[in-house]
RNA sequence: GCACCCAUAGCUCAGCUGGAUAGAGUGUCGCCCUCCGAAGGCGAAGGUCGUAGGUUCGAAUCCUACUGGGUGCGCCA
């Protein structure tokens, strides 16, 4: 149930009317037709821009069009009045009924409403996150790790059937070089002292692997070569990471629903498969790039390297897929990844990247677009990076100077709940400040706080109300008689619960989920004026403890009003407060 | 040099497939708040939407050029 699409029916009825009757020309294209609140509250509830986009194909002035549509939709019982105004708005007045009922729908759908229908059942593959599995992960992964299960989430509750997807990166270099550390923690597990050659990972992080590979194999392999062992070594290093990377996720909330191995690709032969693909489709040659002007590297010379043509989709250049020593470079491992996934058969595709991997973008768009038959479009979300932020003073992460925030000590600071929703109150593609302070912070200027305050007074409320022997179970309120809300702080609380449907498809339309943690914000903001004007006029106060039926009607907003927090904060993955502490 | 992202109130940021007089928080200023619904409330001031063009009935939004900031640019993943 959404209002405005309900009001759009109503609009495309008034213009199929219009057609009949010869007024409005057939074949028109309504879908440019819109109907959105009005910026200006004075313009009505909603409005409709119907008669200025459809004047030029219908080669008449909006204003007559306007004129034509007003009388028809003013005959509907919902609407009290449409006017014409401005270039040709259509501005309607929608009856106080409209708005008073809603809430009894509200909670009637529970936690179905604000759901919709618009994913159609579209299969979509989100992937995240996607960190190395060389350590544990820092604070930047955690908001990308956010931000992917919010989106994942939002498109889920818009009726996409999604899958949460993480790539893990262990066919490259840095696997080996994990390995080598984690034998070098298994020689010290045996008391032997070791160097620490540059480059590797000293982090006290792998002493327990080191442990635990002498637990499994003994002194097996004390004075064994490295061929001898990088193999399994590498294997159980991977394995412990990805288990410590799945425990960090776990204290987010945040749960895969498939982990995709980058060296499964080579065992499996898939990479060649997928350069084939391109190669029957002309797209593989053998080439010279130019080299990059303005900043020619000092080694530049020309060679001839294995190029895929993705300038035939947008991209800048052709990207090498071979190094010269004929090994794929990382590209080829992720055109076979992506080729995997359209070969499951995912209608979309959205990858959240960090945004040092902007360089990727186009290219990885020309291989979907290349092996899809532009089927599948992908979406990849850049995300910005994280400032740190201690008692207003910049924090700067140093692994040596012992600063380093790691996802875990930023869950274990604010919590999972303040983390989760203070890293989507900013765009992905807008760096984030990060104040540990006031992320704790309980007062208005911290938005986590003021939505969890505000379904915890709607909790309160309802405590009351059962405390003073009123009926407040979802069953009576639903049923309830709520023409008794006539305030302008309770309508406009109602109105501002109606546009959740619509807000909910817009967010998810552009694959942002901040959106949702504004809207919570500006929600419970209403909810917090309503209740504030209680203190001075009693009449608005949500228990009316001699008055059971305004009881009802009142607390049958505010319990409308906790049904969308408790559902937006789903999306988000935060739980709504019953109580502030 | 090229590509991508960003630029909106003093500050931090929203702003819908282009829509009417561009919003919020904070800060500033004024008033209120001794107890019942508490971690404040009400109101005011504050803008050439980076600059210059263009498209359109209509542009913060789309296009072009420029300025400033970030990221990246063949054998690193």
Redesign the pocket.
């Known amino acids: 149930m959404n209002l405005f699409t309900d009001i759009g029916h109503l609009v495309a009825g008034a213009i199929a009317q219009l057609q009949s009757k010869g007024t409005l020309p057939d074949g028109l294209d309504l879908?440019?037709?819109?109907v959105?609140?009005?910026?200006?509250p004075?313009?009505?509830d909603m409005?409709t821009?119907a008669a200025?986009?459809l004047?030029?194909p219908a080669k008449m002035k909006?204003r007559d069009i306007a004129e034509a549509l007003a009388p028809l939709l003013a005959e509907d019982d919902r609407i009290t009045t449409a006017e014409v105004?401005?270039?040709?708005?259509?501005?309607l007045r929608l009856a106080p009924s409209v708005w008073q009922d809603l809430a009894k729908d509200v909670i009637a759908k529970g936690s179905a409403y604000g759901r919709s229908g618009m994913g159609q059942g579209k299969r979509v593959n989100v992937e995240y996150v996607s960190a190395?599995p060389t350590g544990p992960m820092h604070v930047g992964h955690a908001r990308g790790a956010i931000v992917g299960d919010a989106t994942a989430s939002l498109l889920a509750y818009a009726g996409y059937d999604v899958t949460r997807e993480y790539y893990i990166?262990d066919?490259?270099?840095?696997?080996d070089v994990l390995a080598r550390s984690v034998y070098l923690r298994y020689l010290e597990a045996h008391d032997l002292s070791v160097d620490w050659p540059e480059g590797s990972y000293p982090g006290d992080y792998l002493i327990d692997v080191g442990e635990a590979l002498k637990a499994k194999v003994g002194d097996k392999y004390l004075e064994a070569e490295e061929s001898e062992w990088l193999e399994e070594v590498r294997t159980f290093a991977t394995d412990a990471m990805m288990d410590l990377i799945r425990t960090d996720l776990a204290s987010l909330g945040v749960v895969m629903d498939h982990f995709f191995s980058?060296k499964s690709l080579y065992d499996t032969g898939l990479i060649e498969k997928a350069i084939e693909e391109l190669r029957d489709k002309g797209l593989i040659y053998r080439g010279?790039?130019e080299?990059?002007?303005?900043?020619t590297?000092e080694?530049?010379?020309?060679?001839e390297?294995t190029l895929f043509k993705s300038t035939d989709y947008g991209d800048?250049?052709d990207?090498?897929i071979k190094?010269?020593?004929g090994?794929w470079?990382?590209?080829a491992?992720d055109i076979a990844y992506h080729y995997d996934k359209v070969s499951r058969g995912y209608d979309m595709l959205i990858d959240i990247f960090g945004?040092?991997?902007?360089?990727?973008?186009?290219r990885m768009k020309a291989a979907v677009s290349a092996l899809s038959e532009s089927r599948v479009p992908l979406d990849i979300k850049?995300i910005?990076?994280v400032k740190l932020f201690k008692n207003g003073q910049p924090f700067k992460m140093s692994k040596r100077a012992g600063t380093f925030v790691t996802l875990r000590d930023v869950v274990e600071m604010v919590g999972s709940d303040a983390a989760r929703f203070h890293m989507l109150?900013?765009?992905s593609?807008?760096?984030?400040?990060f104040d540990f302070d006031k992320v704790k912070e309980?007062?208005?200027?911290n938005p986590v706080f003021y939505v969890q305050?505000a379904s915890?007074?709607i909790s309160?409320?309802l405590r009351?109300a059962a405390e003073a022997g009123i009926d407040c179970t979802d069953d009576t309120l639903r049923a309830a008689d709520l023409s008794g809300l006539t305030h302008d702080l309770e309508i406009a609380l109602a109105k501002k619960v109606a546009e959740w449907p619509?807000l909910v498809e817009?967010a998810a339309?552009?694959h942002?989920p901040?959106?949702i943690a504004?809207y919570l914000?500006?929600l419970a903001?209403d909810l917090?004026?309503?209740?504030?004007?209680?203190?001075?006029d009693t009449s608005?106060?949500?228990?009316?403890e001699h008055d059971p039926a305004a009881t009802q009607a009142?607390i049958a907003l505010a319990r409308a009003v906790s049904v969308v927090i408790s559902g937006g904060l789903g999306i988000l993955g935060v739980t709504p407060a019953t109580?502030?502490?």
């Open positions: 879908g440019p037709v819109t959105e609140p009005p910026r200006d004075l313009h009505g409005a821009n200025m986009v004047a030029k909006p105004a401005g270039p040709g708005f259509l501005n190395n990166n066919g490259g270099a840095q696997v980058e010279t790039l080299p990059p002007k303005g900043k590297p080694d530049w010379e020309p060679r390297q800048d250049v990207r090498p190094k010269s020593d090994s470079t990382y590209f491992p945004a040092d991997h902007g360089g990727y973008v186009k850049l910005q990076l109150t900013r765009k593609d807008a760096a984030l400040d309980q007062s208005k200027e305050y915890a007074r309160s409320v009351k619509r817009i339309r552009t942002e901040h959106r504004f914000f500006e903001s917090h004026t309503l209740w504030n004007a209680g203190n001075d608005l106060r949500f228990l009316q009142k109580e502030m502490r």
